[in-house]
């Protein structure tokens, strides 16, 4: 089957830095997505990882590794307004995007 | 540009009532998905387009009908609601369906069923 496998809940404090991780199996593998969710919100799109290694855009970096089926979010420096789910989304052999329950960052001051 | 547009953002209905949701986007994008969102689960597939007047069951198609008539719009019906069909249901778009399609969400629709 395929599975998508994240912490449920994350509780980090402003100004530090926060590592989400998640692990996948999923028939094929055509890149791994982490959107950003606040409460009642659409999805937005954050990062996109196709080869092994570390993609860094601003505060936020993720990282992969497909030998492992595995990769993570880290935030640094982080800030109020990144109170949010983070999901973890897979491409699949036929394309489509199979999806992690979310992990819900509590930030606190 | 709107981006994705969905309607209504909330909605009320009895069981077995029936209505539309209604998606909209103005980028062009060949791809169209509807998705349903429940509390402790990832976001699940419900059907998709690959372009004009194509669809596809996704996930968890049934219950659901879809209709792509016009390239920039999608529509979800529902013929026969059941409590069960109580979620938030996200419309999204892409370019395309390969490598890097990276999909863009409409504000989502607030469903129960009573």
């Known amino acids: 089957g395929q599975n998508i496998d994240q912490p449920t809940e994350m509780t980090a404090t402003e100004g530090a830095i926060v590592q989400i991780n998640c692990t996948y199996q999923t028939s094929g593998f055509n890149g791994l997505f982490w959107y950003q969710q606040h409460a009642g919100e659409a999805p937005t799109f954050l990062s996109y990882n196709v080869l092994d290694g570390l993609e860094e855009k601003g505060r936020f970096s993720s990282f992969l590794s497909r030998s492992k089926g595995y990769s993570y979010l880290l935030l640094k420096e982080l800030q109020m307004k990144d109170s949010a789910s983070y999901l973890c989304?897979?491409?699949?052999?036929?394309?489509?995007?199979?999806w992690g329950a979310g992990t819900k960052l509590i930030i606190k001051p | 540009n709107a981006g994705v547009t969905q309607t209504p953002k909330f909605r009320v209905l009895k069981t077995g009532q029936s209505m539309t949701l209604l998606c909209a986007q103005d980028m062009n994008h060949e791809y169209m998905y509807w998705y349903r969102q429940d509390p402790g689960m990832g976001l699940r597939l419900i059907h998709y387009s690959v372009g004009e007047g194509t669809t596809a069951k996704g996930e968890v198609p049934d219950g659901y009908n879809v209709s792509r008539l016009k390239k920039q719009n999608f529509l979800l019906g529902l013929e026969s609601a059941a409590p069960s069909q109580t979620s938030v249901y996200f419309c999204?778009?892409?370019?395309?369906?390969?490598?890097?399609?990276?999909?863009?969400f409409g504000p989502g629709t607030r469903l129960t069923v009573l």
């Open positions: 999204a778009s892409s370019r395309s369906g390969e490598v890097y399609n990276e999909q863009f």
């Open positions: 989304a897979v491409g699949d052999s036929n394309y489509q995007l199979i």
